[in-house]
């Protein structure tokens, strides 16, 4: 069964704190894509990443194939990436994107 | 913005209602989608559309009906809804059918049934 989870479902941080959210997912995948989701509504992609690391300004995305696994890293947190990050992957056996249910993220000054 | 627009942002709307979603991209992707997404529920697809043919149809109900009248457009016509499908309505659209690319998705409207 195609299967995503992620942890923590709630997350709070102080501005400036480095932030891991967590991804896992049950069988082979193809892609693996991270969200970000603002509370007006939108959803904007940040990275999809099939092997190794990818890094845009203060964000970092990993994945380990092996273990089937993807982390969201934040470093130097600012109250503006408050936000619900989601993690969605495109399994090999279907050609939809299966979404978890997003890590919801405040970052306080 | 995204290039993914969505109309309105919000609705109220009453059981007896007949209302529209209205779902615009100028990107040139080939497949349009609907998704629901409830509070603390990951986004459920409603409806798959490739090159203007519904090739999915996620066991919605009948009271949702989609269209899709050329590859730039997808609309979600409403009618007595219930209570509970108030939710955020999202639209996304992709190159092609397979997820590797990803969606690039619309801001959503708000539904309130009422």
């Known amino acids: 069964k195609n299967e995503v989870e992620q942890s923590p479902q709630n997350l709070t941080a102080q501005e400036g704190e480095f932030i891991t959210i967590n991804c896992s997912y049950s069988?082979?995948?193809?892609?693996l894509h991270w969200l970000q989701q603002h509370p007006g509504g939108g959803i904007v992609s940040l990275f999809m990443?099939?092997?190794g690391k990818k890094k845009h300004g203060r964000l970092i995305a990993t994945i380990n194939i092996q273990e089937k696994h993807s982390s969201l890293h934040i470093t130097a947190s600012h109250p503006r990436d408050s936000a619900v990050y989601i993690c969605?992957?495109?399994?090999?056996?279907?050609?939809?994107?299966?979404f978890g249910t997003g890590t919801r993220l405040q970052v306080f000054p | 913005e995204t290039g993914v627009t969505q109309t309105p942002r919000h609705l109220v709307m009453g059981m007896t209602n007949k209302k529209s979603l209205k779902c615009e991209q100028h990107?040139?992707?080939?497949?349009m989608y609907w998704y629901k997404q409830s509070a603390k529920k990951p986004l459920e697809l409603m409806f798959v559309?490739?090159?203007?043919?519904?090739?999915e149809n996620n066991s919605v109900p009948s009271r949702f009906s989609p269209e899709c009248p050329n590859s730039s457009h997808l609309f979600l016509h409403l009618h007595t809804l219930q209570p509970e499908d108030s939710a955020l309505y999202l639209c996304?659209?992709?190159?092609?059918?397979?997820?590797?690319?990803?969606?690039?998705f619309g801001s959503g409207t708000r539904l309130t049934v009422v």
């Open positions: 990443l099939s092997s």
């Open positions: 969605a992957a495109a399994f090999y056996n279907t050609d939809k994107l299966i």
């Open positions: 996304a659209s992709s190159p092609t059918r397979t997820a590797n690319y990803g969606y690039t």
């Open positions: 559309y490739s090159l203007e043919e519904r090739v």
């Open positions: 990107l040139g992707h080939n497949a």
């Open positions: 069988v082979g995948i193809s892609a």
